[in-house]
């Protein structure tokens, strides 16, 4: 069956997008995520006089505190734990943070952060019935300004090599938003390189205000990136399955023989995006900086994306860069912030006709974070999959369902894509390229062309390690 110029591929049917959706203990999804590290809150979420918060995450309520080993807040570990406690189900975020652990202010019992119980002092003296008792924890590590946690069966791996775990924290800057819909629709939007040509088109010339990401040149081209975004709107997707899930490079032709029209300087954009398997990705934002980004379930209808700017030159500003995100999401004081976007749903994400018409084509201002929201968001908490129509550009969305089934049906956590040896995950390497060779380019010219960007990259860095880009 055909519709216009492509082949209509089969739909999610309704119980595959139940499997698909799903996040909560004990459901296929749930199992599948708990098995890769989560992040459960950023580090500045934890600062002030009581370093204690709430946090929902794949459908549990817990904890997340600080324990300080010095008095200067020096030497700091983080705890996770169910936040109702073992006792009688009171609040744990309400707890008591002294004498190493958490403590419930109901009748005081005490839990440290791997959930052992130190105190039950309510009990008669020489009472052993803390012997008894846990609560519920889950391992964290602390890296980068995020706080990560392993709720999987079974001891934790290490935390994946990833640049934006092996970069010095001069050099990173980490932030999060609150998106009201689930998981994998704001996922599919970042394996999607299709619509950036549109959702993020800028009609006019391009504003100082508009993101880096699309202001910025073309390699050594002198066309911004947002120009070549509309000017070439039908990308050459390919996914390419690796060892940590897949990579999707888009081929854009731009010049003589293109959508653009005769120019003076041929040439084809290589882009080159990585999807993290299961809920990650990482893509490049400029010749310096690339962003790594998990879509993180708090329950089935809302999640929260976690990003980490890397940096492989200058080290970054953090407080600018915080500063700009903080302006746009609600920060409100007391325990906890939301980060939830103040444009959105109930303003219609900021739309505004007459800038649709003359200025963006969404017609909601410069922030391309709103436009990603617009587009997971509208469609409500849970797209209906079995109603969509997939298309050629849509290879990537197409992988990723494939195998999220594949890895719920596998027959244990250690056949799944990237746990085998998370630690040996370098990079990957995620870069913008330019080849002036003639269009169409084979495949081993692309696959030349973005290596060498990423290796030249790589070496001028103070901190990055060489990569085999396979």
Known sequence: MTLGWFVIVAMSTPAENELLTETGPGTPGGRLLRSYWQPAALTEELEGDRPVIPVRL???????????????????????????CAHRRADLSFGRLEDGGLRCPFHGWLFDRQGTCLETPAEPEGSTFCTRVSQVAYPTVERNGII????????????????????????VFSFKGLWDCNWLQAHEVGIDPAHASFLHRFLGSVEEEYGLQFRATVADTGVPTTVLM??????????????????????RPYGSGSTAGASTDSFTHVRVTNCIFPNAITIPMSADIAITQWHVPIDDESCYWYSTFVSYTDPVDADVMRAQRSDTVE????????????TNRSNNWGYNAAEQRDLTYTGMGFDINVHDQWAVESPGAIHDRSREHLSPSDVGIRLQRRMMLAAMEAPSTETQVGTSDPAALRGPGSVDAVSRDPHP???????????????????ASSWAEELSLQ
């Open 58 to 84: 794949l459908g549990e309520d817990l904890v997340v505190f600080k324990e300080l080993k010095e008095a200067d807040g020096s030497l700091a570990t983080y705890g996770v734990l169910a936040r109702a």
């Open 148 to 171: 990560w946690t392993w709720m999987g069966e079974g001891d934790a791996p290490p935390l994946p090599g990833l640049d934006a775990f092996a970069a010095p924290s001069s050099h």
């Open 230 to 251: 509309r000017d070439v709107p039908n990308p050459t997707i390919t996914a390419e399955p690796t060892s940590y899930g897949f990579r999707l490079v888009a081929l």
């Open 331 to 342: 920060l409100v004081p007391g325990n906890p912030k939301t980060y939830r976007p103040k």
């Open 441 to 459: 380019l084979p495949a081993s010219t692309v696959g030349a062309c973005w290596r060498s960007a990423e290796a030249k990259r790589r070496a």
